[in-house]
Each structure stands twice: as structure tokens, then as C-alpha cells.
């Protein structure tokens, strides 16, 4: 006698555990790969619950190895395409693995690409970096593209979570405008996916990649805060604030690239703290006579 039960597996690129077929198995009379060859070769609708029909490619059977593992075989009957671990039943740990892994493969990148450029960075040694397989690294990244992409896409990310606790704080307009200069600034020195992001930002054209989304946020966030401190008479009311919003970005981005070049990035807090020396008395407004 056997019987037949949900087989779970991982499906395709998805890290995410689930049933994609059923397990044809044995009694004690027959054995367990006997049960496995019979699974193999039966129809259909034997191995695949009829929900699964319109989008499960490929079947699993587990097979009786040890640690046990999954055989994928494709629906058309064709030959044996891989072998998997078997991972039923712990669908949440590996769900997190697949993040953590992720994660890691971006900082590691982060940091290669922080060193050496986009240009002279290898897939090799991002994988030495952040200690995982090619194969894992694949699994996430098609190419090395899509990873520096992925490493501009985080690095936005964490200095906008940090800029957006002092957009929303209670400081006046001009000083949040100023405290997110110096939070960049600061996650310029300790951020290494900051840094990595910030390279590939000016090496764009490398891989042919569109950057100014960062930018225009940048720009928005800059000008919003600047119509906001002009309400509040802190700024003078001619001011075109889309336009110094556009000046702005561009002397914040000059000064902390320069202060890359000259120091590696030592004085970038100072230079900021000037720029804004600078800035300041042309945006006050003008004191009454």
C-alpha cells in the first residue's frame, strides 16, 4: 500500500517554501525508493492538486537521502532537472535566511563597490565580501547591474528612514534643512552601503543606469522645508525657493565629493558646517531699517 501527500519545496527563485506537489509515499513493504521511481511516472493529476494545474512547472518527489532531499522533475515527463533539499516545513526561517542573505550580498557590494568602483569590482570579490556563495548571490542578482542597483535603491532608502525623523520633528523649517545635511554627512563617514551607493551614483553612466530620482527627492524635500522657513520669517519671502532647493543639492554634493577626494571624506562634517556659513546670510531675511 502507499499513499500520496502535499510534498512542500522551494519553487523556482522563491524563497518562500510551498506545496508545488505531492509525495507518492511507501509502506514499509515496499520501501521508500521504490515509492519514489513509481512517483515519478505517475499522471498528472496523481501528482499535482488540481488548483496547482494552471501554475506549478515542475513537480517534486523526495527522495531517501540523508539530509533528505527534493527530485524536480518538469510536468512534460522529461528527464530529471535538479536535485533540492528538501526544506518542508520551516517556511518562516527561510524566508528570513533569503532576506538575510540578501542584505548581505548588498553590504558586501556596498562595500566593494565603496573601494574600488563599479568598473573594477568582480562578482568574485562581492562574494568574498559578504560571505556567501555565487549560487546565493545569483539567486538574488541576476547581474552585476541589478546588484548596484540594488545598492543605490538601499542607500536611498536608509537616508531617507533617517531624514524622515527630522522632517517630522519639531525644529523650525531652516534647522531641519540643515540637520539633513549633516545626518548625510554623517552617514557618509559611518554607512558603509551610504558610501557604496554614493559612488555608483556618480559612476551611473557605467552601467547605464537613471539616477536623478534620489536627486529630485533631494530637491523636493529642500525646497518644501525652504517655502516653510520663509512662512515662518526665517528665510526671506523673494526667495525662489525651487531654485536655491536645485543650488543647494548641487553645492551639498560638490562639497562632500570633494572632501572624498582631498581627505577622504575626514572634513566632510567641516566643509558642510561652512557651506552653510556661507549660505545662511543670503537667505536671511533683510533686518529692518
Not at 542597483?149 to 523650525?172: R, T
Not at 575626514?266 to 531675511?285: G, H, S
Amino acid at each position: 500500500m502507499s499513499c500520496i501527500t502535499p510534498l512542500y519545496g522551494p519553487m523556482d527563485n522563491n524563497p518562500q517554501p510551498r506545496c508545488v506537489g505531492l509525495l507518492h509515499r511507501a509502506s514499509p513493504q515496499t520501501g521508500c525508493a521504490g515509492a519514489t521511481a513509481k512517483a515519478a511516472r505517475l499522471p498528472l493529476k496523481s501528482r499535482i492538486s488540481s488548483e496547482q494545474n494552471q501554475t506549478v512547472q515542475s513537480v517534486y518527489v523526495r527522495l531517501a537521502y540523508k539530509p533528505p532531499m527534493v527530485a524536480l522533475w518538469s510536468l512534460d515527463g522529461g528527464p530529471l532537472l535538479r536535485l533540492l533539499p528538501d526544506l518542508r516545513g520551516h517556511p518562516p526561517p527561510m524566508q528570513q535566511r533569503a532576506k538575510d542573505t540578501r542584505l548581505s550580498v548588498i553590504e558586501g557590494a556596498a562595500r566593494v563597490f565603496a573601494e574600488i568602483g563599479y568598473g573594477n569590482a568582480s562578482l568574485t570579490d562581492i562574494t568574498k565580501r559578504a560571505g556567501v556563495t555565487k549560487g546565493a548571490l545569483y539567486f538574488h542578482f541576476t547581474s552585476k547591474r541589478e546588484l548596484a542597483l540594488a545598492v543605490i535603491e538601499e542607500q536611498h532608502a536608509i537616508v531617507l528612514a533617517a531624514g524622515s525623523e527630522i522632517v517630522a520633528s519639531d525644529a523650525p523649517a531652516l534647522d531641519r534643512l540643515i540637520g539633513l545635511c549633516r545626518m548625510f554627512g554623517q552617514q557618509l563617514l559611518d554607512e558603509p552601503v551610504v558610501q557604496g551607493g554614493i559612488r555608483l551614483t556618480f559612476e551611473a553612466s557605467a552601467f547605464d543606469a537613471d539616477v536623478s530620482g534620489p536627486y529630485q527627492d533631494w530637491i523636493n524635500t529642500a525646497e518644501q522645508l525652504l517655502r516653510q522657513a520663509a512662512a515662518d520669517g526665517a528665510v526671506r519671502p523673494e526667495l525662489d525657493a525651487a531654485a536655491f532647493a536645485r543650488y543647494l543639492v548641487a553645492s551639498f554634493t560638490g562639497v562632500q565629493m570633494v572632501s572624498d577626494v582631498l581627505t577622504s571624506r575626514e572634513d566632510v562634517l567641516l566643509r558642510i558646517d561652512q557651506m552653510w556659513e556661507f549660505m545662511l546670510p543670503a537667505l536671511r531675511p533683510a533686518p529692518i531699517a
